[in-house]
């Protein structure tokens, strides 16, 4: 990182991050193109997971290149001024990189559909076979995260 004061290297701090946005974004590799998409998502301090309908986009590509990235941001605050160069914005983020699996076993993917719910609301959660099986999961593993902040001192 460029600007290692604004780097945040406490994991307690990352995790933390990660658990107070509604919206992960996820990024993918189409042939050579930049493909990303908002997402909801569960999040176990190792893995993300993502659901999906069974067909798409997003699993056609992770079906041929399964690299990907994560990103998470907070925004706390938008600074203005008179002039553009005195414009900013205070946040936190968390940037991943990981490879995606797409999960088959319905025991896996309730674990995961538990850890979705989880990020939005507490209470425990049944998921029919029928959902289950219709659904398609999938686990991002992260090899490396990292955390950035431009806030007020």
């Known amino acids: 990182m460029r600007r290692h004061e604004q780097e945040i290297i406490d994991r307690t701090e990352i995790d933390e991050i990660i658990r107070q946005c509604p919206v992960c974004h996820l990024g993918l590799c189409d042939q050579g193109q930049p493909y990303v998409v908002p997402l909801s998502f569960g999040y176990d301090g190792k893995a993300v997971y993502f659901h999906s309908a069974r067909l798409g986009r997003k699993l056609e590509i992770l079906r041929h290149n399964n690299r990907v990235c994560v990103e998470f941001e907070i925004v706390q605050d938008l600074i203005t001024g008179p002039a553009a160069c005195n414009w900013s914005v205070h946040f936190k983020s968390v940037m991943g990189f990981g490879r995606a699996h797409i999960l088959e076993d319905p025991d896996q993917k309730r674990v995961a559909l538990a850890l979705l719910m989880a990020q ?34």
Do not use: H, W
């Open 120 to 153: 939005y609301t507490e209470g425990q959660f049944t998921f029919p076979d029928d959902m289950v099986t219709r659904t398609a999961i999938i686990m991002v593993e992260l090899n490396s995260i990292s955390g950035k902040q431009s806030t007020q001192s």
